[in-house]
């Protein structure tokens, strides 16, 4: 069974700094897609962060580029998003998820972060930033 687990999330002041963390569990494949999604109230679910575990290509939103960097621990299966400058704007539950469509296989294939790529999701931490 896949399991994604999330963590990490609080409330911080405008210009502070979260870092999430996504743990994986309940698949052994080597390569696939791992993207981090947020949701504020009353909006759609959007594109964060992704990272392409082949090669760890990565891709940012324009809204965190310079702002948010993706990483990963391969011995600990975990998936890490540390945010820094954060604006209210970036207030909302942040979640993970999967992408195991094969094109992860090979190198230089870029990730996407559509929410309709990703099959596998997580229950989402709150990240509230506010003064």
């Known amino acids: 069974q896949v399991q994604l687990v999330e963590s990490g999330g609080g409330l911080v002041q405008p210009g502070g700094s979260l870092r999430l963390s996504c743990a994986a569990s309940g698949f052994t494949l080597d390569y696939y897609a791992i993207g981090w999604f947020r949701q504020a109230p009353g909006k759609e679910r959007e594109g964060v962060s992704c990272i392409n575990t082949n090669d760890d290509n990565t891709y940012y939103a324009d809204s965190v580029k310079g702002r948010f960097t993706i990483s990963r621990d391969k011995a600990k299966n975990t998936v890490y998003l540390q945010m820094s400058t954060l604006k209210p704007e970036d207030t909302a539950v942040y979640y993970c998820?999967?992408?195991?469509?094969?094109?992860?296989?090979?190198?230089?294939?870029?990730?996407?972060?559509?929410?309709?790529?990703?099959?596998?999701w997580g229950q989402g931490t709150q990240v509230t930033v506010s003064s």
């Open positions: 998820a999967t992408d195991f469509a094969p094109r992860y296989y090979y190198k230089g294939r870029a990730c996407l972060i559509r929410v309709n790529e990703y099959t596998y």
